[in-house]
């Protein structure tokens, strides 16, 4: 039976409730080790495969996650539909505190990271098209598990990749915005377009755990993020468990 989607999950999600667990695989790649074993199981008898990005006990920072190794494991076990699950700030008025978003285009702040598998050893120099950074397949099927399982998403939404961890200014908010950014996260780049590179279609259900620096009066703060969290990836749980509805 080949596996329906990976999910790969954030801040928050280090296990999907629901999946029947059948086994854990140890993956190594040519890129080094992925973020920990993939996860085997089954949601109404369908393949799911999934992996904590930031590791099963949340310790590997987002500038820190071996996004090539995840990305190459999943790849070399036959998946082609990815669904990144990602903790966001909201920037615009729609992205408030525990909503889902589809973001639907990206622009990259990060730096630093190992962001390409076209780089030593060519046979000649590779691009991706990269205009339209999620793959649609996976994005609609997302928006169909949201109205199958009764959860209300922002359909659109440009994702404003930082390089964290540290969250931003309001200064440098106030900048993405004039960017036209819509949520800012730590982890859409490289991963996004390290699966256009390996032709996986890849699409990402945000969850906006905080408003980013300055859109609100007071600090953020980590409770706040936890329990915003809390409830937003309550949801994206439904959603995902709607994939297969
Ligand atoms: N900025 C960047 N990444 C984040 C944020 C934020 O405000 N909240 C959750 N992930």
Redesign the pocket.
């Known amino acids: 039976m080949t596996i329906e989607f990976a999910v790969i999950g954030g801040t928050g999600l280090t296990e999907i409730e629901g999946l029947e667990v059948t086994h854990r695989e140890v993956v190594h790649t040519p890129y080094g080790e992925p973020s920990g074993p993939i996860t085997h199981g089954l949601i109404d008898g369908k393949r799911i495969a999934f992996l904590a990005r930031h590791g099963y006990t949340a310790n590997i920072p987002p500038h820190r996650v071996n996004y090539r190794a995840n990305m190459w494991a999943l790849k070399s076990l036959g998946v082609e539909r990815v669904v990144a699950i990602a903790?966001?700030?909201g920037i615009t008025p729609a992205m408030q505190p525990t909503r889902l978003v589809i973001p639907d285009q990206i622009i990259d702040y990060t730096y630093g990271r190992a962001h390409t598998f076209f780089e030593d050893g060519l046979e000649h120099v590779t691009h991706i098209d990269f205009s339209w950074p999620y793959c649609a397949e996976v994005r609609n099927a997302l928006l169909a598990a949201a109205e199958c399982a009764g959860v209300e998403v922002v359909p659109h939404g440009t994702y404003a990749a930082?390089q964290?961890p540290r969250?931003?200014t309001a200064a440098e908010i106030t900048r993405l915005e004039r960017d036209g950014c819509d949520l800012?996260?730590?982890t859409a780049m490289p991963e996004a377009a390290l699966a256009r590179e390996l032709d996986l279609c890849y699409a990402a259900c945000a969850v906006v755990?905080?408003w980013?620096?300055g859109k609100c009066d007071e600090e953020?703060s980590m409770e706040e993020?936890h329990h915003n969290l809390t409830v937003g990836m309550a949801n994206a749980r439904s959603l995902l468990r709607g994939l297969v509805c």
């Open positions: 903790a966001v700030g930082t964290g969250l931003e800012v996260g730590m755990a905080n980013a620096a953020i993020i």
